[in-house]
């Protein structure tokens, strides 16, 4: 959706770039630290929750591990409502430029 608005490739890419690995990651640790766990509603970090931590990996207690589990349904959903708001601002934009 970045590269439909922009219409340049290395722009809309170093875009994403920022929000992914710099921007979204101070949000999120901002969210969780005065919001109380607010940050997991931001775009790339509800599709990274779709897949837990494994339990095996012995620094989790089980108590943690059942509620990522159960969050899971959660942030499917939210997945799925936020890949249809882009995909109608997606159509809105072509139907603008008449593409």
């Not at 340049?8 to 919001?35: D, H, M, N, P, T």
């Not at 969050?71 to 997945?79: A, C, G, I, Q």
């Not at 890949?83 to 593409?99: A, E, Q």
Request: net charge positive.
């Amino acid at each position: 959706m970045i590269g439909m608005i922009l219409r340049r490739s290395f722009i809309a890419l170093s875009v994403f770039i920022f929000y992914a690995f710099i921007l979204e990651q101070i949000l999120a640790g901002l969210a969780r630290w005065k919001l109380e766990g607010a940050g997991r509603f931001l775009l790339l970090e509800v599709s990274d929750m779709l897949t837990p931590v494994p339990a095996f990996l012995g620094r989790l207690d089980e108590a943690s591990y059942t509620r990522s589990l159960s969050l899971v349904s959660e942030h499917v959903w939210l997945t799925l409502l936020y890949t249809l708001v882009f995909w109608g601002v997606s159509l809105l934009v072509f139907r603008k430029r008449d593409l």
